[in-house]
């Protein structure tokens, strides 16, 4: 087999804990190595933050080993304690299993399903948790588990600790579902290895316990550290909300951007985290100035290439560009305009003003609000400090701008000086 996949982890720093390292190692060498990592549909897409369970499922499909990913249709109904301070809000089933759906179909894009021995797979645990008896589960799972050991575990421990919240039944079973998965997947593809956040350490070593137990035989589990930012802020959250994978939800622009504004502290962290890019060109780019951004931009084009393709680079930098004055506000279209600009001020002016011979600039400037008064805005335009989409117009007070200057008919951007936009929507 080729070097596994432990290595590439270890060396971008991601590994926190490995269960029976050298005895994995060693049954990396001989064979080939079947390993899954669980996906909880609480949302119809993934989120920046599941990047780097995918990743790890690509890294170990590269370096010849067999990934299975597994969406929790069914422990999705119930809800991991795992880093919760309270008890989750219950989704119905047709939610879960949209949701789950979903999700299988994002995992597609980024592994080779193609059969074979490295040929990824797909499972939904309701397959085996929506139909096993739950009188066959207690007698043939429940009896293998401790309740002593089970409330040691950080993710119960810190709930009972907090007596206005507690834990309800429904959350504590979760630790025997996850193991049971574990062993499904043992019985069913000769599954011997799970990955995991950090915080899933206490349940994989209850699924290699398991499978210790009923089948006699050795299982692994490999942690990675959790993903933080520098500022101790919620990684992959924003002012304006999650920063999902799924491009209806979050653009590639956004997504682009998200990346881009990286904290300098995490700049190489991420391109170790997050990238596929070689450790010596990593190296080589933290070693840049930071004003420079060029680690920055490596950063931001390796991510929006991996989750949205080389095209949606294309855009995205485009649109930064427009963002910062630079190219034709033309080429985006008026859908990636507004998304580029949704943080900007926005006016909406009847488009009757802009038919026939339409309105001046001095009156549209000071209409929109760009400007207070007709004297500031006269001394803007002669000035050479007011533009349309764009393009400059000293001295052009009395240009009429049509419904020829709205992008698909819909909107314009108005800028004053060097950064102050403002979108002009014709309604």
Known sequence: MSSFFLDELEQRGLVADVVKKDELRALAARETVTGYIGFDPTADSLHVGSLIQVLALVRMQRSGHRPIALVGG??????????????????????????AAAIKKQLERWLDFAPGKTGALMENNVSWLGSVPLLDFLRDIGKHFSVNEMVKRDSVRMRLEERDQGISFTEFSYMLLQAYDFLVLHEKHGCKLQIGGSDQF????????????????????????????????KF????AGTVWLSPARTSAYKLYQFWLRTEDKDVAKFLNWFTFLPLEEIETLAKSPPEMRQGHAALAREVTRFVHGDAAIAQAEKATNVLFGKGDLRELGAAVLLDVFDEVPAREIPRARFEGEGIKLLDLVVEAGLCKSRGLAKTDVDAGAIYVNGAGKKGQKDLPVTTKDLIDGQVLVLRRGKANNLVVKAV
């Not at 880093?83 to 299993?97: D, H, S």
């Not at 994989?204 to 589990?221: K, M, P, Q, Y």
């Not at 992959?236 to 002012?239: A, L």
């Open 236 to 239: 992959g959250k924003t002012e």
């Open 202 to 233: 206490g349940n994989i070593v209850s699924g290699v316990e398991l499978i210790r137990r009923i089948r006699a035989d050795t299982a692994f589990g490999i942690t990675q550290h959790l993903v933080t930012n520098a500022s101790g802020t």
């Open 74 to 99: 069914g422990t999705g109904l119930i809800g991991d304690p795992s880093g919760k301070q309270a008890e989750r809000t219950l989704q119905n089933k047709e939610t879960v299993e949209a949701n």
